[in-house]
């Protein structure tokens, strides 16, 4: 038995951080499944935060990301993956094809795949990803009661970011399963779930 890698991805208001609460209900006291998410909470992780609300420069923000993610990688992910354990993961290195191949639009030519050719080599592809498709316009509205909004949350963006998402569903189709996360919460987690059990270690 080998450990797997899930990954659970969408543009902000998507819902899959909810379903993660849910996944996490279901299965506590499990100790093969390893919760995580990134940004990390390690000190890499809190400077990406600390970006994101600052809006640092599109560049500089891409390679805090990527710090962050090389530190979950060997802190996370590896011992995880070699203990044998499921790990699932709320936003992995998929959010940073999507989300920095829309900020760096117009700085860098063709960022999404720019940015993919940096973790080429290092990083570990998911066995499984669970895109949350959502209409922007939803997502906003989720998100419209949050103390403040970045530009992440902006509609114009979230469509670029979508839009990112699903060429890298055409990229990768078989480790992608997309669900409509328009329809109610209770369908939604059916799909999820469902996905889940069938893909655990």
Same mark, same amino acid.
């Given at each position: 038995? !080998?450990?797997?890698?899930? !990954?659970?991805?969408? &543009? @902000?208001?998507?819902?899959?951080? $909810? &379903?993660?609460?849910?996944?996490?209900?279901?299965?506590?006291?499990?100790?093969? #499944?390893?919760? $995580?998410?990134?940004?990390?909470? %390690?000190? $890499?992780?809190?400077? +990406?935060?600390?970006? /994101?609300?600052?809006?640092?420069?599109?560049?500089?923000?891409?390679?805090?990301?990527?710090?962050?993610?090389?530190?979950?990688? $060997?802190?996370?992910?590896?011992?995880?993956?070699?203990?044998? =354990?499921?790990? /699932?993961?709320?936003?992995?290195?998929?959010?940073?094809?999507?989300?920095?191949?829309?900020?760096?639009?117009?700085? /860098?030519?063709?960022?999404? %795949?720019? #940015? =993919?050719?940096?973790?080429?080599?290092?990083? &570990?592809?998911?066995?499984? !990803?669970?895109?949350?498709? #959502?209409?922007?316009?939803?997502? #906003?509205?989720?998100?419209?009661?949050? @103390?403040?909004?970045?530009?992440?949350?902006? &509609?114009?963006?979230? %469509?670029?970011?979508?839009?990112?998402?699903?060429?890298?569903?055409?990229?990768?189709?078989?480790?992608?399963?997309?669900?409509?996360?328009?329809?109610?919460?209770?369908?939604? %987690?059916? +799909?999820?779930?469902?996905?889940?059990?069938?893909?655990?270690?």
């Amino acid at each position: 038995m !080998t450990g797997k890698l899930i !990954t659970l991805e969408g &543009i @902000d208001g998507s819902g899959k951080s $909810t &379903i993660m609460k849910s996944l996490k209900h279901y299965f506590k006291g499990k100790n093969d #499944v390893l919760f $995580t998410r990134e940004p990390t909470r %390690e000190w $890499t992780g809190e400077a +990406v935060n600390r970006a /994101i609300k600052e809006e640092t420069d599109p560049l500089a923000e891409l390679f805090l990301f990527v710090a962050d993610h090389a530190n979950h990688l $060997t802190k996370t992910i590896r011992p995880g993956i070699a203990n044998n =354990m499921t790990v /699932i993961s709320d936003r992995y290195s998929d959010s940073r094809y999507a989300y920095q191949g829309a900020t760096l639009k117009g700085i /860098i030519e063709q960022p999404l %795949e720019w #940015v =993919m050719e940096i973790h080429k080599g290092w990083t &570990i592809v998911p066995d499984l !990803t669970i895109l949350f498709d #959502v209409s922007p316009e939803i997502a #906003v509205s989720r998100v419209g009661t949050r @103390d403040y909004q970045t530009k992440f949350e902006k &509609i114009n963006f979230l %469509e670029q970011v979508r839009s990112n998402y699903h060429t890298l569903v055409d990229m990768q189709t078989d480790r992608f399963i997309v669900v409509n996360a328009d329809q109610p919460y209770s369908k939604v %987690e059916q +799909v999820v779930f469902k996905a889940v059990k069938e893909n655990i270690a």
